[in-house]
């Protein structure tokens, strides 16, 4: 199984972008989807995650502009990043995971896939 994420970019801060995350398998019809970010000389930093049911988890520093959706038919994951700010700047993976439990999804360890990252700049 492989996961193609796309759709990072430059844009200003306020602005908005939708990362996609595809799998070659039927990954996302059944394993839980998440997005992780990563500045240099930090470690990786859970953003969002979605199980199938398509309840959806947020860390708070996204919460309220960050929206998680999937779409199992094409086993594709997503990420619409609204109301960019520069501290939103890094390189997002997404992954994904089999029989995740809550207290889990925030943790690098719990997922079996990774993306290879797609860049983010927003601009002040």
């Known amino acids: 199984v492989q996961l193609q994420a796309s759709g990072g970019g430059l844009v200003q801060a306020g602005g908005s972008l939708r990362l996609s995350c595809a799998s070659s398998g039927r990954t996302f019809s059944t394993y839980t989807g998440a997005w992780f970010r990563q500045v240099p000389g930090k470690e990786r930093e859970f953003v969002a995650a979605?199980?199938?049911?398509?309840?959806?988890y947020y860390a708070d520093s996204v919460k309220g502009r960050f929206i998680a959706s999937r779409d199992s038919a094409k086993n594709t994951v997503y990420l619409q990043m609204n109301s960019l700010k520069p501290e939103d700047t890094a390189v997002y993976y997404c992954?994904?995971?089999?029989?995740?439990?809550?207290?889990?999804?925030?943790?690098?360890?719990?997922?079996?896939?990774w993306g290879q990252g797609t860049q983010v700049t927003v601009s002040s």
């Open positions: 992954a994904g995971g089999n029989s995740l439990i809550l207290s889990s999804i925030r943790f690098v360890s719990a997922y079996n896939y």
């Open positions: 979605i199980f199938r049911s398509s309840r959806t």
